[in-house]
């Protein structure tokens, strides 16, 4: 705009004025004294840090639970209690005041951002051997079991914990197919019980087949200290 052009040429004109009685002006000690005391401006912009803890899992990562993403650490530092700082572009990891790893920030789902050099050699199979496999995998038999294994991948757990479920579930298609599974998944979700343990269960009581309430289809024990109906009448 016209105004502020105007401003800027009797700006200029007001630093450029000598103070009165001396015989230098604001532009003059600019040049002569603070200009050259400046530094270039960072390369980077400045960026809010937040901060998180963690542990480093035996596979060598360290879950970011913010994201539900995985970043590779050491090996040497397995086991140990953690400081994730991240900002919106970077994920650092701290032991005590030493960093031990530094990361471009992802924010894909149950996805692993690894450095191979992380991991021991007889270890790094495990980069490979990964959350979203599993998903995509249990995509491919049905949208239950795709959602049941997330569950699973969502337990806060060590991820080795995570995949011995999730692989046992999946193995499962094996015995009884897709769609038995698929239906076994959708029961276990509905109870909220997301463990290998309760989708074998399931398979083996037939209650996968089965639309009404499975409470209703288990008999009661007999047992001398439960009341009957007759008590109340």
């Known amino acids: 705009p016209d105004i502020n052009r105007a401003i800027l040429k009797l700006l200029d004109v007001h630093n450029k004025m000598s103070f009165r009685g001396r015989e230098y002006s604001r532009y003059s000690l600019f040049e002569e004294v603070e200009k050259q005391e400046l530094k270039p ?14 542990t480093v899992h035996k596979n ?26 991240y900002s919106d572009s970077l994920v650092e990891v701290f032991h005590k005041l030493e960093r031990l790893a ?28 990964s959350s979203e496999k599993f998903i995509t995998w249990a995509g491919h038999i049905g949208d239950n079991c795709k959602e049941y294994i997330i569950k699973i991948l969502d337990k806060k757990q060590h991820p080795e914990q ?63 200290n439960i009341r009957g109906g007759h008590y109340y009448k």
Not at 72 to 83: A, D, F, M, N, T
Not at 107 to 129: D, G, L, N, Q, V
């Open 102 to 129: 530094a990361h471009p920030r992802e924010r894909k789902k149950y996805a692993y951002t690894t450095i191979k050099e992380h991991m021991p050699s007889h270890h790094r199979f495990i980069s490979e051997w």
């Open 162 to 224: 995570s995949y011995k479920s999730c692989l046992g579930v999946l193995h499962l298609t094996k015995k009884v197919g897709d769609t038995r599974l698929d239906n076994a998944c959708k029961r276990a979700l509905d109870y909220g019980a997301y463990n290998y343990n309760i989708i074998e269960r399931i398979l083996k009581n037939g209650w996968d087949t089965l639309d009404e309430d499975i409470e209703q289809e288990i008999d009661m024990p007999n047992h001398g």
């Open 41 to 54: 401006l960072p390369l980077k912009k400045y960026e809010i840090k937040s901060y998180a803890k963690g």
């Open 60 to 85: 060598s990562h360290i879950y970011f639970s913010k994201d539900k993403h995985y970043y590779s650490v050491p090996y040497q530092h397995i086991g140990k209690r953690i400081k994730i700082i």
